[in-house]
């Protein structure tokens, strides 16, 4: 499985990004497709993740204001960025779960204040 991320930049706080993360490969082997974030000196976290049947869930910090979404046909998954904070800086990763696990390139979200 291949991921691709795009739609990270620079955007000022309360703003909205659309990231979008495009499995090939492999994707029928795909379980579950989630988003995690790594900021600067800090651990990689969750975000958000959907599985093929459409379950989700959310991160505690993004509920109300992040909404994950997929188009099966095009083997993509969304991740909809509202009222974007300063804390939200940083590099988000799109993530496969299967038989195997597979990690997208990373895309840099930064919000400035």
């Known amino acids: 499985v291949q991921l691709q991320a795009s739609g990270g930049g620079l955007v000022q706080a309360g703003g909205s990004l659309r990231l979008s993360c495009a499995a090939s490969?492999?994707?029928?082997?795909?379980?579950?497709m989630g988003w995690y974030r790594q900021a600067p000196g800090k651990q990689r976290e969750l975000v958000a993740t959907?599985?093929?049947?459409?379950?989700?869930n959310y991160a505690d910090f993004v509920k109300g204001r992040f909404t994950i979404s997929s188009d099966n046909a095009k083997n993509t998954v969304f991740l909809q960025m509202n009222s974007l904070k300063p804390e939200d800086t940083a590099v988000y990763y799109c993530?496969?779960?299967?038989?195997?696990?597979?990690w997208g390139q990373g895309t840099q979200v930064t919000v400035s204040s």
């Open positions: 993530k496969s779960v299967g038989r195997y696990s597979y």
């Open positions: 490969g492999s994707i029928f082997s795909i379980l579950v």
């Open positions: 959907i599985t093929r049947s459409g379950i989700i």
